[in-house]
């Protein structure tokens, strides 16, 4: 740009973004039901096993937690989630909704995703999207470091073996056609 015969660059120029959010901001509506939990998740926020705890302490006063992230902090929700269930002896039903928030500033657009992720204790809609229950029927067995280096010695020992059958017994000269020798 140039004022008065002397370049100004605008580079010290900032905006704030506009957020355009989603046609679905916020897919379930728990606006003014008390049995909802809300654990809004960001990406510098706690660490993932207190906010699982948070969430367990709630969820085990037989409230549905929902949880909420965006950008970097939804494998942070989904971890909660997992640990959650894993903990929880009875059968968890989970929702999960997937959309996208839109940044627009002057110059570029940023996309990032955002995820929703209700749990309960009670059934939900079966037929509602993304739904899914884990039925926790076998408690996991908790290795110590000994039992995980024998499980990985006996895993490799089986793909070693798998590899060892696989080999092809041929030689590239037991590869030549029939049908060429016959030509020639």
Request: proline content about 7%.
């Given at each position: 740009m140039l004022i008065q015969?002397?370049?100004?660059?605008?580079?010290?120029?900032?905006?704030?973004?506009?957020?355009?959010?989603?046609?679905?901001?916020?897919?379930f509506d728990i606006e003014n039901d008390p049995s909802y939990f809300q654990i809004k998740i960001e990406n510098k926020s706690a660490s993932v096993r207190t906010l699982?705890?948070?969430?367990?302490?709630?969820?085990?006063?037989?409230?549905?937690?929902?949880f909420i992230a965006q950008g970097r902090a939804t494998t942070k929700a989904v971890s909660c989630v997992e640990i959650m269930?894993?903990?929880?002896?009875?059968?968890?039903?989970q929702i999960t909704r997937i959309s996208q928030i839109k940044a627009r500033s002057y110059t570029d657009y940023e996309i990032s995703s955002v995820i929703n992720i209700l749990i309960s204790q009670e059934p939900l809609n079966a037929d509602e999207?993304?739904?899914?229950?884990?039925?926790?029927?076998?408690?996991?067995?908790?290795?110590?470091?000994?039992?995980?280096?024998?499980?990985d010695?006996?895993?490799?020992?089986?793909?070693?073996?798998?590899?060892?059958?696989?080999?092809?017994?041929?030689?590239?000269?037991?590869?030549?056609?029939?049908?060429?020798?016959?030509e020639s």
């Open positions: 015969g002397r370049n100004i660059a605008m580079d010290h120029y900032a905006s704030e973004p506009l957020i355009e959010q989603c046609s679905d901001p916020f897919p699982a705890n948070r969430g367990l302490k709630n969820f085990g006063s037989g409230k549905k937690i929902v269930k894993t903990y929880y002896k009875k059968p968890v039903h999207e993304g739904y899914q229950v884990y039925n926790h029927r076998d408690p996991k067995k908790v290795l110590n470091m000994q039992q995980v280096e024998e499980h010695e006996k895993q490799d020992a089986i793909d070693n073996s798998e590899q060892k059958e696989n080999i092809p017994t041929t030689t590239p000269s037991d590869n030549i056609n029939e049908d060429d020798e016959e």
